[in-house]
């Protein structure tokens, strides 16, 4: 997300750069410059002077507040997750909260739970979907798919995603519909570092995929009937909105952040976690044809609305408020 608001903002004639450590890894396509540090982290005479020094993480508040105070810009955090719950470092993370009032959220679930929590009411810029994702029109008599993403559970990371429900829920829809096909999806890299994903993609009731990129990825996607997520703690739950712009019908959890694109019977189905309801929504959508072409349709349209472009837009208008 950053890469794309930062490319967007240069394409918009701004001047943006990123500041990082020199072993820091650029995986997407960058077009602003990019500054390196001198030593290992990152301190305040890294910075540039500009009109806006923007954190995205509770580890970097600290010292772009610093460099706000320096004199080098006005500072705004940008939470792309609300760390508290989601990380272990519970008390440095809930504390960088109070560094700044300048808030960027990504949805409107997290902007109430920080502003419950601290006080504070961000700006939402949402997420987008890229370009790349779009109905290929390839689900034509063939046989039924569901799918969904697994990633690296080792380190932590991965616990909101509900895994180990989403294989029981997925083993139970084989033994219950056994002609269907189900497809786990997981980037080749974290199938090569996790011994549990790659047992259970050696699971024979499942079909292993590992997307080398987005466009390899929005194919698998578009072989995809019905779309199931698991998770239960999203800031702004990205899959299930590209797997809807792909035009698959989808099966999800409430995860908070999934609210302001999941309207439950009209777009998708949706339960909570607490209902155990996964299973037979999926069912739902497989036995009911209509409705799950009308989801197919109606989740098409609302990701259609989700651009990076409005991203941008949206980004650029808080970042301007915020310098008022």
Excluded at 48 to 70: G, K, M, R
Excluded at 96 to 120: A, D, R
Excluded at 235 to 247: D, F, H, I, N, V
Excluded at 260 to 272: A, F, H, Q, V
């Amino acid at each position: 997300m950053l890469v794309e608001l930062a490319n967007g903002l240069a394409n918009k004639g701004h001047d943006v750069s990123f500041v990082m450590p020199p072993g820091g890894v650029i995986e997407y396509p960058n077009k602003v410059t990019v500054i390196r540090t001198k030593g290992t982290g990152i301190k305040s005479d890294d910075f540039p002077v500009s009109d806006v020094i923007v954190s995205n993480f509770y580890t970097l508040t600290n010292v772009c507040q610093q460099a706000s105070q320096e004199g080098k810009g006005i500072h705004v955090r940008i939470s792309l997750c609300y760390e508290p719950v989601f990380l272990d470092d519970h008390e440095a993370s809930f504390k960088s909260y109070h560094i700044s009032k300048n808030l960027i959220v990504l949805s409107n679930w997290q902007k109430q739970l920080i502003n419950l929590n601290h006080g504070i009411e961000g700006k939402i810029v949402p997420v987008g979907v890229s370009d790349v994702f779009r109905n290929m029109n390839i689900r034509n008599n063939k046989k039924l798919e569901v799918s969904g993403i697994l990633r690296i559970p080792e380190g932590g990371y991965s616990w909101h995603r509900e895994q180990e429900y989403l294989i029981s829920v997925f083993t139970r829809l084989k033994q219950t519909y056994p002609d269907l096909k189900i497809n786990l999806i997981t980037p080749p890299s974290e199938l090569n570092s996790s011994r549990w994903l790659r047992q259970m993609h050696a699971n024979q009731l499942f079909q292993s995929l590992t997307p080398q990129n987005d466009q390899q990825l929005n194919l698998f996607l578009n072989q995809a009937d019905i779309f199931v997520s698991s998770s239960t703690y999203d800031t702004a739950s990205l899959p299930g909105l590209e797997a809807m712009k792909c035009g698959a019908a989808l099966a999800t959890v409430y995860s908070g952040g999934n609210m302001d694109y999941c309207r439950s019977g009209e777009n998708c189905l949706l339960s909570y976690r607490h209902e155990n309801n996964l299973f037979r929504d999926v069912s739902t959508l497989i036995q009911q044809p209509n409705l799950r072409n009308k989801f197919m349709v109606e989740g098409q349209k609302e990701a259609a609305k989700w651009t990076w472009q409005r991203s941008v837009n949206l980004f650029e208008q808080a970042l301007i408020a915020f310098k008022k």
